[in-house]
């Protein structure tokens, strides 16, 4: 059921040869205070068409709206205020989910359209960053959303496996490596290699000219640079798929840079075709003054392409390959310009498709106030993140319910779904810093509260002996704090709307927080177990706010422990 959909149709009725049911729809607000109703009809537009005072008008058509949804009128100056029958709507809204469960809020905006989401993307041979991390979640909980209204999200990690980088590790591995100690512990190994080549190469600049022949070895196919990169690339994949697996996320394609080496000439002859590229010193660029954008580097006087040629090439294989409706890029937003090139290069080769491709940019994470730099070896490592915070999850699980059967189990998935639902809370624009305890708190906004929030209503549930539910007209409410509620579970559609809209998964998350505390105050206010005629509509509630907070961190990525 549509509330604001069912108003408009009455608001209709009365209007039909003035507005159109969604001129109406738009009009229509939510009042600020819950005093003046529902849902309001602001009356100005009217005045015009009607030559009279808005006020006048919207006693006037106050006076004659009615509908079985609404059960009063309130006029207030240019406002027409609506009170709802609250029996009506809560009980069909506990009756959709229901029905519905899981799939309540889905929408069908996507028409199945496909959508390469380009997200994660840490690069070989160093360990990932909470950059990454950022990407990885905020990518997984839209890819949900995606797949929410409709579209069929396909997950890519663009790895960041190829250029002058593995050049200079190569160069770094046969003087200074060995293979025992890259295979105990790959990603430290490989990151003190390239840590020691910079530190080296700052007093023997000839190891630049060795590291760049090396990358041109490997991307001619040497067989002995192939096997090293292999080798280090498939150590690296190892250790980041320990992550992966923990956050519960997969990926329908590894298709990262070294995928689309064999189609670089295919990019700068489609763009040498389309007369873009200029020699500058030696190197290709393409010029993008027009669009206020500094210039394109496409190849390097020594012929080595760079990222975004390989970008551009992944841009055309997505297109041919998926078809796409659109394809996003969750990329931080250091990134931006690069994202902004890329694009305006695809217009440059007249490609009508540039518009669908969207850069989803991020803000910058720190913890404790520390910024993270992989060439200086300073970093923070993801995995020890999320050891810390299942450490600290255990922990209060220790103080509040020792006799949790499982604990391991459910510390993890608290501490691990702290840190994500922490990442996904904030406004992905904004730059934030954090510390473990904060994030792995049960109280406050957090992951960990929202889990709880929803344990403990499983164990009303479970305490009422309640396990299946089928619809029914007694599920009707119409206490305040049962309304609260109610109006929560009506917006979830467009609240999974306005998520889609503005790609931000924050506003899932600030729902589920809404909609915990607003169980919270029920609960603590309204005698649910009591036997009385309303007990099964409370209880029918209680499920449904069960069913949708589950939702909410499913899509968000974080795991629903019953018990906690
Ligand atoms: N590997 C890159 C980095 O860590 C991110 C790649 C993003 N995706 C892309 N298609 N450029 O900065």
Do not use: C
């Amino acid at each position: 059921m549509d509330y604001r959909q069912l108003v408009a149709e009455a608001i209709h009725n009365e209007l039909k040869d003035h507005l159109d049911l969604n001129e109406i729809n738009n009009l229509l607000e939510k009042p600020k205070h819950a005093e003046h109703g529902d849902i309001a009809f602001p009356a100005f537009q009217l005045a015009k068409l009607f030559r009279k005072n808005p006020a006048q008008i919207a006693q006037e058509l106050g006076d004659s709206i009615t509908s079985p949804i609404i059960s009063s009128v309130q006029v207030i100056g240019p406002y027409i205020n609506f009170y709802l029958n609250k029996k009506s709507v809560s009980q069909a809204v506990i009756n959709d989910v229901i029905k519905e469960k899981g799939h309540y809020g889905e929408l069908s905006i996507g028409n199945g359209g496909n959508v390469p989401i380009d997200m994660s993307s840490p690069n070989i041979a160093k360990p990932m960053s909470m950059g990454h991390l950022r990407s990885t979640v905020i990518g997984n909980a839209l890819s949900n959303i995606l797949a929410k209204v409709g579209f069929s999200p396909i997950r890519i990690n663009h790895l960041g496996d190829w250029g002058t980088q593995f050049g200079k590790l190569i160069t770094a591995y046969k003087k200074w490596g060995n293979e025992e100690d890259v295979r105990s512990e790959p990603i430290k190994e490989l990151l003190r290699l390239y840590v020691k080549f910079h530190d080296e190469a700052e007093n023997d600049p000839s190891l630049e000219d060795e590291g760049r022949a090396w990358f041109r070895e490997l991307e001619s196919g040497n067989e002995e640079a192939v096997e090293l990169w292999k080798w280090f690339r498939d150590e690296s994949l190892k250790e980041f798929e320990k992550v992966y697996k923990r956050l519960n996320i997969s990926f329908d394609s590894y298709n990262g840079e070294a995928f689309y080496n064999d189609k670089m000439s295919d990019v700068v002859s489609l763009l040498d075709e389309h007369k873009l590229l200029t020699v500058d010193q030696g190197a290709h660029i393409v010029n993008l003054d027009k669009y206020d954008l500094n210039p394109a580097l496409i190849k390097k006087s020594d012929g080595a392409t760079l990222y975004m040629t390989r970008d551009l090439a992944a841009a055309l294989y997505r297109k041919d390959n998926y078809d796409f409706s659109q394809s996003l890029y969750v990329v931080g937003q250091e990134q931006s310009n690069h994202f902004k090139q890329l694009k305006a290069i695809l217009k440059e080769l007249d490609f009508d498709w540039a518009d669908s491709i969207h850069h989803i940019p991020f803000g910058l994470i720190t913890k404790d106030g520390k910024k993270l730099s992989t060439r200086k070896g300073k970093v923070v490592l993801l995995e020890e993140v999320l050891n810390e915070a299942t450490a600290q999850a255990l922990q209060q699980i220790e103080d509040k319910n020792p006799n949790l059967p499982d604990k391991e189990k459910v510390a993890e998935q608290v501490g691990v779904g702290a840190v994500v639902f922490h990442d996904l809370k904030n406004d992905r624009l904004n730059n934030f810093d954090f510390t473990i305890e904060e994030v792995v708190q049960f109280e406050g906004e957090t992951g960990p509260y929202v889990q709880y929030t929803r344990a403990r209503a499983m164990s009303i549930l479970r305490k009422a002996g309640l396990e299946s539910l089928s619809p029914s007209d007694a599920f009707a409410l119409s206490d305040d704090y049962s309304w609260e509620v109610i109006k929560l579970l009506h917006d979830y559609p467009d609240t999974v709307r306005r998520a889609y809209e503005n790609y931000e998964p924050s506003i899932i998350a600030k729902h589920a927080i809404q909609l915990a505390q607003t169980f919270n105050k029920f609960y603590a206010n309204v005698r649910v177990l009591d036997e009385d005629p309303e007990k099964d509509a409370r209880l029918a509630l209680v499920f449904a706010i069960t069913e949708i907070l589950k939702e909410d961190l499913r899509i968000l990525g974080v795991e629903t422990p019953d018990e906690m």
